[in-house]
């Protein structure tokens, strides 16, 4: 059978879901990883699909090259990688993953939680450096705390849950969210500036758009409970790294448990990654064999109904298509 649809994956994604997509006769795949800028854009005229995670940069300068393209995948949630609005002035469809993540990355927020307030990290690298410094690590329970969550959606409110399983009291703000569907999973909604000042932990689970960019400022922390500890496995850009780091050196802010920051991979001169008050992991929130293999086989058969079947599914962007 003739080869009608020609499909990029320019960004790692699971065996499963690229072999998935060769097994369909009507696709021809190519897998191209670490492409540069310059390369892209001179292969992208070829290709019907683009299938990305967060590296690569979908530009508006990308997508005016694209003349075939009529489908953006993303393998996950968070779309800050890709032009939303240059795909739509060009009628290209942009579909995500959200579903695949929720668990791998809820579970991540919470073991960040945790390694915050027991100082896990840091108790492991002193005693791997000879050092006994069991006084210096003196914790915190997390029992009976009261975490605030910014952003009770599909991660969110997973969070809530497993927070509540330990005991924690749960506050979320979410203008989105009906308080019933708060009660459900064990929070209680309140304002944003309820929830910074009656917070003993505040976990972030919001997308990041003009309107989130550094919600978290100098003026939130100002409001925050003395000693606060701040969690965002969510995206980088929300916190404004200058105002946390003078929120930690005062002191008014106890820790930081950061899985995504502003720059990624981040510049070695940026203070917060050498604090002794903050933790730090490169964006693994979604980093799970599991999520993976759920977010890439669920993209393969996103783009084969988009194609085959004319089915949408998980769009963030409006176009014309039939």
């Not at 579909?95 to 108790?123: C, D, F, K, W, Y």
């Not at 914790?139 to 969070?159: C, D, F, P, R, W």
């Not at 005062?250 to 950061?258: H, K, N, Q």
């Amino acid at each position: 059978m003739k080869t009608q649809f020609r499909v990029l994956v320019s960004d790692p994604l699971s065996h499963e879901g690229i072999e998935f997509l060769k097994s369909i006769p009507q696709f021809s795949v190519d897998v191209l990883v670490g492409q540069s800028k310059e390369s892209l854009e001179s292969i992208i005229p070829q290709y019907d699909a683009l299938l990305v995670r967060s590296q690569t940069q979908v530009t508006k300068a990308l997508i005016e090259k694209a003349c075939k393209l009529k489908m953006i995948g993303r393998a996950g949630i968070g779309v800050d990688n890709i032009d939303i609005a240059a795909a739509s002035a060009a009628n290209i469809i942009v579909m995500n993953t959200p579903e695949g993540n929720i668990v791998t990355t809820a579970e991540h927020a919470i073991a960040l939680l945790m390694s915050l307030a027991r100082h896990i990290p840091q108790a492991s690298a002193s005693l791997k450096n000879g050092a006994w410094e069991k006084s210096k690590f003196k914790g915190t329970e997390i029992h009976e705390k009261v975490l605030g969550i910014l952003g009770l959606g599909n991660i969110g409110s997973v969070v809530a849950t497993l927070a509540t399983g330990l005991r924690m009291r749960v506050l979320a703000c979410d203008p989105l969210v009906s308080p019933e569907k708060a009660k459900a999973c064990g929070a209680a909604l309140v304002t944003l500036d309820e929830l910074y000042a009656k917070s003993d932990f505040i976990s972030i689970h919001i997308t990041l758009s003009r309107y989130t960019h550094h919600l978290i400022d100098d003026s939130a922390f100002g409001k925050m409970k003395m000693g606060v500890r701040i969690i965002n496995a969510a995206r980088g850009g929300i916190i404004d790294e200058v105002a946390l780091l003078n929120a930690l050196n005062r002191g008014d802010v106890s820790g930081a448990a950061l899985d995504v920051l502003e720059e990624e991979p981040p510049s070695h001169s940026n203070e917060l990654l050498q604090h002794e008050k903050v933790i730090v992991t490169p964006h693994l929130g979604a980093s799970t064999e599991e999520a993976q293999n759920r977010v890439g086989l669920q993209l393969a058969e996103q783009t084969r109904d988009f194609f085959l079947q004319n089915l949408i599914r998980h769009a963030v962007n409006p176009i014309s298509h039939p």
